[in-house]
């Protein structure tokens, strides 16, 4: 439950896996594997990720893109594009989507990891710009159990975009430990992810 949920949306076998592999090897946990358009709009309204990675190309009547647009229209996570196809037809479909990212194959794991941690930090950038700096005694007022202090640099950490290699790292903190101050505070908040963990601080936030 404290791990970034991603969904991979890759139509070769080979490159899913090893997409998933990498992404395990940075605590990240892979929400599901889509080789089709219909299974990725599948996982995205009944099993919904914290961030998608996309491929362009699916070999299908729908592509990458147009499952891109319907992240931006109905979900509130980054995405990324991943493709062979950089020419400036598919860049400008893709811009219109405001994807946070986009990967050229061949990619190694640092370019991966690099560009989701970046997509992170400016997706919670720009989703925050407008709402008030989280504030623990107002969060805590409406809550019936409050937040610890730890919890609430853990999760003002989480609400910035941070992955949880990032936070442990700033908060001096183990893995495992930051993990179950992740899934206490998901508890007091009555969540089971991050996506949702952030709404919920946002609503807390605004009333």
């Known amino acids: 439950m404290s791990a970034i949920k991603i ?4 139509d ?3 490159i899913a896996r090893n997409i998933a592999m990498y992404l395990r090897n940075h605590d990240y946990e892979v ?3 889509a080789h089709d358009p219909d299974e990725a709009l599948y996982q995205l309204k009944w099993n919904p990720p914290d961030f ?3 491929d362009i190309n699916l070999e299908a009547e729908q592509d990458g893109i147009q499952i891109g647009e319907y992240i931006h229209r109905n979900c509130f996570i980054p995405f990324v594009f991943l493709t062979s ?3 400036k037809s598919t860049l400008e479909r893709a811009k219109q989507t405001s994807p946070h990212g986009f990967i ?4 190694n794991e640092k370019t991966l990891y690099a560009t989701i941690e970046i997509a992170l930090a400016n997706h919670a950038a720009n989703a ?3 709402v008030p700096e989280l504030v623990l ?3 805590n007022s409406d809550l019936l159990a409050p937040l610890t202090d730890r919890e609430f640099e853990v999760l003002r950490l989480l609400y910035a975009g941070k992955t949880n290699q990032q936070i442990a790292a700033d908060l001096y903190i183990a893995i495992n430990t930051l993990k179950k101050h992740i899934n206490n505070a998901y508890f007091k908040l009555d969540v089971t992810s991050r996506t949702t963990a952030v709404a919920k601080l946002r609503e807390l936030m605004v009333r």
């Not at 969904?7 to 890759?10: A, S």
């Not at 050229?104 to 990619?107: A, D, E, I, S």
């Open 85 to 87: 196809y950089s020419d």
């Open 128 to 130: 925050n710009r407008h």
């Open 104 to 107: 050229v194959k061949p990619f």
């Open 7 to 10: 969904l991979i949306v890759e």
């Open 31 to 33: 929400s599901g594997i």
């Open 137 to 139: 005694d107002r969060l």
């Open 12 to 14: 070769e076998p080979l």
């Open 52 to 54: 998608a990675i996309l």
